[in-house]
């Protein structure tokens, strides 16, 4: 079982806080799209001949393809994998794409999963992000995808940003609800360094994020989307009647994945591999039948930092069990590194799983650094 990830590299315009790896300019699609298909082929033995069970369109914008384009790649990937009983096909997808036609179109497609990118139903947040489209456009998308019979949505919504009041971040959450989503992804505003947010406040253009405020907001999310029949399956994940992304939780369990085009990241069970970031460069090497990826080998300090990192963030938690049997020489070190964390209530172990409390979720990348094996062990 294996996924595969495809990395399209293109968005209209570039909202103020992203630091994910697109151009504004669609000049050179159709030549990336060759390229991504070649890479398709030249990648054929990586996942050796696992079944893969989802396919993931993530980006950049990847919603900016024809159903036509899409049709092309997966038929590639069908072509050289055994891809015939997919499970999951995802397309991220922004809502001044999803036209009623658009819609129409990508129902003859494999795509079976629309992650739409809403971020809030305000049209000054909008705007202050720099998100290409309007509140209205985020409602028709919806609405008009699950007319359709696209009933397997998800939505993603950011918080903790200084226009975002405790009102109107319920506001946003009451949209979702009332809209019946079963998936909804919810980021914390984070400013990375050279993007145009990280400029306005350097600038004092903007005010800095406040972290307390989004841990309100966060927490106010949580209880609430629980209350509503969501479980809050990952730190940023909640999903209703088990429509989890199987996608991504296969990625949090550590099931293979192949990812394909410029800035995508490859795991083969062992070690990692990640395409260049630059799309000039990418075309120009899969002209020369080169993939431009490279490789980090994961030794098994790598291998149980990286299982505590994701599995610590799942409502599934750290499996003392796989600890045990995985990792046996660093299990005393873990355990002992632990404690401190049960005492002040941000753990709990459950039939030998470590969970997150409520308020350890706050705190789940440092439980997270403070669990890890160091340099040396
Ligand atoms: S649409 Fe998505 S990938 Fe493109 S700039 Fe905005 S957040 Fe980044």
């Known amino acids: 079982m294996a996924g595969i990830y495809i990395h399209i590299p293109f968005c209209k315009q570039a909202c103020h806080y992203c630091d994910f790896h697109f151009s504004t300019s669609l000049k050179y699609k ?31 914008t990847p919603s900016l393809l024809t159903s036509d ?15 015939d009983e997919l499970v999951e096909v995802t397309l991220e997808t922004n809502p001044d794409d999803l036209s009623s036609q658009k819609i129409a179109a990508l129902k003859h497609t494999p795509v079976n999963r ?18 290409a489209h309007q509140a209205k456009e985020a409602e028709f998308a919806i609405k008009a995808s699950q007319d ?3 009933e397997n949505l998800t939505v ?56 307390t405020k989004s841990a309100e907001q966060f927490l106010h999310l949580s209880a ?13 994940n909640f999903a209703k009647g088990n429509k989890y992304s199987v996608h991504n939780t296969n990625y949090w369990r550590g099931v293979k994945y192949l990812g394909i085009g410029p ?31 490279e490789k980090e080998f994961l030794s098994p300090k790598d291998r149980v930092n990286e299982y505590i990192m994701t599995a610590l963030r799942t409502m599934w938690g750290l499996d003392l069990n796989k600890i045990n049997s995985d990792f046996p020489v660093f299990k005393a070190e873990i355990s002992k590194n632990m404690n401190q964390f049960f005492e002040k209530d941000w753990i709990e172990e459950k039939d030998n799983h470590i969970i997150l409390t409520t308020k350890g979720k706050l705190y789940a990348d440092h439980i997270a650094a403070e669990l890890f094996i160091e340099d040396g062990f």
């Open 156 to 211: 993603d919504l950011i918080y903790g940003y200084p226009l975002l009041t405790k009102e109107k971040w319920d506001l946003n959450i009451n949209q979702v609800l009332a809209m019946d989503i079963p998936h909804v992804s919810c980021y914390s505003m984070t400013v990375e360094p050279k993007t145009a947010l990280a400029s306005f406040i350097k600038k004092g253009i903007d005010k800095n994020m406040d972290d």
């Open 263 to 293: 800035s995508a990241h490859s795991f083969d069970g062992k070690d990692r591999q990640w395409n260049i970031a630059n799309n000039a460069l990418y075309m120009q090497s899969l002209g020369k039948d080169n993939i431009p990826a």
């Open 148 to 150: 359709a019979g696209f």
């Open 69 to 83: 384009e899409i049709n092309k790649i997966t038929e590639q990937i069908q072509r050289y994998y055994i891809a």
């Open 224 to 236: 609430k989307l629980q209350e509503n029949g969501f479980e809050h399956y990952e730190i940023s």
């Open 30 to 60: 159709d030549d990336m799209l060759k390229a991504i298909n070649r890479e398709i082929l030249l990648q054929k033995n990586f996942l050796q001949n696992e079944k893969i069970e989802t396919i993931y369109f993530g980006g950049g």
């Open 114 to 131: 629309f992650s739409i990118g809403i971020q809030s139903f305000f049209n000054e947040d909008l705007k202050w992000m720099n998100r």
